[in-house]
């Protein structure tokens, strides 16, 4: 027969039955005990002098007591084996192994490779009741927060569409909102676990309640939480901004504590049983209509275990009246990105370009697109700010660019007749002459080897030969820088008072020649 514990109740009728002048040994029929287990019991009433003379209103309260604590000092267990001895002379070992978080088994094959057998079920009772193995630590429920102050958000998969015309069936997610107080619960699908999925079911869900929350309790998913750390989770940048705009704090729980959530943590597996599984899903609206009516018909009218109340009606009494407005505008989801400045000055933020200034080319910026605005950030300085362009689409801003730059991307031949005009009338001529035509900027190219002309010869000299090769009508700007290279320097004027000094002048004592040896000097001639 095998091991059997006995309550305190069953030790209780052994004796009224016993001073009720039942035998012992029907005593162990009837209760399905053994005969030896009712001595025994007997045995630790008598000790405390009680016997069937006294009937059964002497057996009270306090003497029961003091006959369970008897039995419970010399109750000893059942007798422990070899087993149970090797353990505890190996107890500081088999402490020190589990310490590095090795499984039980492993501890086991361990032992067994130094020539300790122990049986499995001997350790593991072992490690159980003397090293604690196993056993997890106490938790404390979490009281309810204030009516409207706090919305526990979860998302998992769900189930799939009925298939579509080429025979594929599309798998949907969830996003799931729970109310700490009321556990009213929202659910809104989606395909895809996104920062814009997020806000866009964030969006439908303070529709849904009337109002927003205070705090929104999220897990560490990668459309809300960048970095999750137990003291300082970093949330997403476009959802941050999100929360700041509508009024709530984000209070992300720590990776892999579903303590933290437990509203909502086991929403996941009762909205995909309870909600979906069984229905024909035609399409994304569909899920959400059938979602909608779950939670407002089925699961807000059925009484919550806990609560005992509907969590819709609990809602509506409690707590929709202390949340915050609901918004009344829906929001632009910005797009938040960091691309790097090329080399043409534009960066791609959306699959459109937008310029900037020089100065950033090689730099990653910070960018964020509305559906108005694309503005570029350099830590917290505001570099730049675009229209929103398209898909495909470039916005470029001329101050952005060097002005002849500029001008030679925009085709600006009006800016080239400029700058040739600021080095004489002749030159400017000539540059109008170049572009006249149907297509101007196809003869940019000569223009800019003009102003060459300018920079590398001076200005007077190509202002002559502009003016013979206009009145010859030349229009060859190769021609005519053959024309300045064979022409004249143009020595400037000088005034007809003032004389000149002599670049090279030097003292006639340098031209005088040394003399060869053994001559004299002419002075010393003529005295002879």
């Known amino acids: 027969m095998g091991f059997r514990e006995v309550t ?4 209780r009728e052994v004796l009224l039955l016993w001073l009720d002048g039942v035998p012992k040994k029907r005593i162990a029929r009837q209760l399905r005990m053994g005969p030896p287990t009712v001595r025994r019991y007997i045995a630790a009433a008598e000790e405390l002098r009680l016997s069937p003379a006294l009937g059964k209103r002497a057996l009270t309260d306090d003497l029961f007591e003091r006959i369970a604590a008897g039995l419970r000092a ?6 422990r084996g070899d087993g149970w001895a090797i353990c505890t002379e190996r107890r500081s070992e088999i402490e020190r192994l589990l310490g590095q978080r090795l499984r039980l088994s492993k501890v086991r094959r361990l032992l067994l490779r130094s020539g300790v057998d122990i049986p499995y079920p001997t350790l593991h009772r072992f490690a159980v009741r003397e090293l604690g193995f196993g056993r997890t630590a106490l938790t404390i429920p979490v009281e309810d927060c204030a009516p409207g102050e706090e919305v526990q958000i979860d998302t998992g998969w769900m189930t799939y569409l009925e298939p579509d015309l080429f025979g594929k069936r599309r798998r949907l997610r969830a996003w799931i909102f729970t109310a700490v107080l009321s556990r009213h619960r929202f659910v809104w699908p989606c395909f895809e676990e996104t920062t814009k999925s997020a806000i866009a079911a964030c969006e439908a869900a303070w529709e849904f309640f009337g109002g927003v929350f205070r705090v929104a309790v999220p897990d560490n998913t990668a ?3 960048t970095l999750a750390d137990p003291l300082g989770a970093r949330v997403n940048t476009a959802f941050l901004e999100y929360a700041q705009s509508r009024g709530f704090h984000v209070d992300p729980t720590r990776a ?3 303590k933290d959530k437990g509203r909502v943590e086991r929403s996941v597996s009762t909205v995909r049983d309870d909600c979906f599984a069984g229905e024909r899903l035609t399409s994304l609206e569909d899920a959400q209509r059938r979602a909608r009516h779950w939670c407002l018909e089925e699961y807000g009218l059925r009484r919550h275990t806990r609560t005992q109340r509907l969590p819709r009606e609990h809602f509506e009494a409690e707590e929709k009246p202390a949340l915050l407005p609901a918004p009344a505008e829906p929001y632009d989801v910005p797009l938040w990105a960091e691309p790097k400045v090329a080399r043409d000055q534009h960066a791609q933020v959306a699959r459109a370009l937008y310029s900037l200034p020089a100065a950033y080319v090689g730099k990653k910026l910070r960018a964020r697109v509305d559906g108005k605005l694309a503005r570029f950030y350099l830590g917290a300085q505001l570099v730049k700010t675009h229209p929103r362009q398209p898909p495909g689409g470039r916005a470029t801003d001329p101050a952005d660019f060097p002005a002849e730059k500029s001008a030679t991307a925009r085709r600006d031949v009006a800016f080239f007749v400029q700058r040739a005009a600021e080095h004489g009338e002749e030159i400017r001529q000539y540059a109008e002459r170049l572009l006249q035509g149907p297509l101007p900027w196809t003869r940019m190219r000569q223009v800019h080897a003009l102003l060459g002309l300018v920079r590398r010869y001076g200005v007077e000299r190509v202002r002559a030969e502009c003016a013979r090769a206009l009145a010859a009508e030349m229009l ?11 022409a004249l320097p143009v020595a400037p004027a000088v005034p007809n008072n003032v004389i000149q000094i002599a670049r090279y002048l030097r003292p006639a004592s340098q031209y ?8 004299r000097p002419i002075e010393e001639e003529e005295k002879t």
């Open 256 to 258: 892999r504590s579903p």
């Open 8 to 11: 305190m109740e069953e030790v």
């Open 476 to 486: 060859d700007v190769r021609r005519l820088e053959r024309m300045v290279k064979l």
């Open 223 to 225: 459309a809300i939480i």
């Open 512 to 519: 005088a020649l040394p003399l060869a040896s053994g001559e």
């Open 74 to 79: 010399t109750n000893g267990g059942r007798p």
